[in-house]
T-cell receptor, first 118, second 114 residues
Framework: AQKITQTQPGMFVQEKEAVTLDCTYD???????LFWYKQPSSGEMIFLIY??????QNATEGRYSLNFQKARKSANLVISASQLGDSAMYFC???????????????FGKGTKLSVIP | KAGVTQTPRYLIKTRGQQVTLSCSPI?????VSWYQQTPGQGLQFLFE???????NKGNFPGRFSGRQFSNSRSEMNVSTLELGDSALYLC?????????????FGQGTRLTVV
């Protein structure tokens, strides 16, 4: 089973509108971290926002917020007031503690390509 | 503060050759991880180094290897290149090895095998 599932291969949003990118995850760990990254066509992965499994409040960073629903194992990214520069690939990722196995790798979803329309 | 630097940015190699990619992490970061990104497989974990020791390795053949130096700079090597090794190779550095630690990525090395 996939650990990170992003069901939207592509999304379109009108400039200045809000958009939600979906992410569900699968883990048996109690302690884990969820991350969202933006990848423009240049290739660099840009960190956007982080949510810890024990965080009770949803994370926010400027125009980005994370809608964390732990029981449903979902961590959706909400981008408010979309801008043309938001057009990029967006990846949801998880870092698990793997019960002390000593592995801290990031596991990524397949990504969602967001296109902002003027 | 300088970010993660990967060199070279682009490479074209012939099947059967070997290649070495370099990654300089953010100053003070001791954890360096490598990822391969292809259109078909997405982002896949290659290996992680911390304090010059490989801590974890992904499901890749032995042709893929790496190392980390005392200044935390890391190199990865791919021997006997295959067409399927064409990919964007991303390096990420982290301050700590912990669940909540942010990973900072470089711009990647785009490898084309012909």
């Amino acid at each position: 089973a996939q650990k990170i599932t992003q069901t939207q291969p592509g999304m379109f949003v009108q400039e200045k509108e809000a958009v939600t990118l979906d992410c569900t995850y699968d883990t048996s760990d109690q302690s884990y971290g969820l991350f969202w990254y933006k990848q423009p066509s240049s290739g660099e992965m840009i960190f956007l926002i982080y949510q810890g499994s024990y965080d009770e409040q949803n994370a926010t960073e400027g125009r980005y917020s994370l809608n964390f629903q732990k029981a449903r194992k979902s961590a959706n990214l909400v981008i408010s007031a979309s801008q043309l520069g938001d057009s990029a690939m967006y990846f949801c990722a998880m870092r698990e503690s793997l019960s002390g196995a000593g592995s801290y790798q990031l596991t990524f979803g397949k990504g969602t390509k967001l296109s902002v329309i003027p | 503060k300088a970010g993660v630097t990967q060199t070279p940015r682009y490479l074209i190699k012939t099947r059967g050759q070997q290649v070495t990619l370099s990654c300089s992490p953010i100053s003070g970061h001791r954890s360096v991880s490598w990822y391969q990104q292809t259109p078909g497989q997405g982002l896949q974990f290659l290996f992680e180094y911390f304090s010059e020791t490989q801590r974890n390795k992904g499901n890749f053949p032995g042709r893929f290897s790496g190392r980390q130096f005392s200044n935390s700079r890391s190199e990865m090597n791919v021997s006997t290149l295959e067409l399927g090794d064409s990919a964007l190779y991303l390096c990420a550095s982290s301050l700590l090895r912990a669940v909540g630690t942010e990973a900072f990525f470089g711009q990647g090395t785009r490898l084309t095998v012909v």
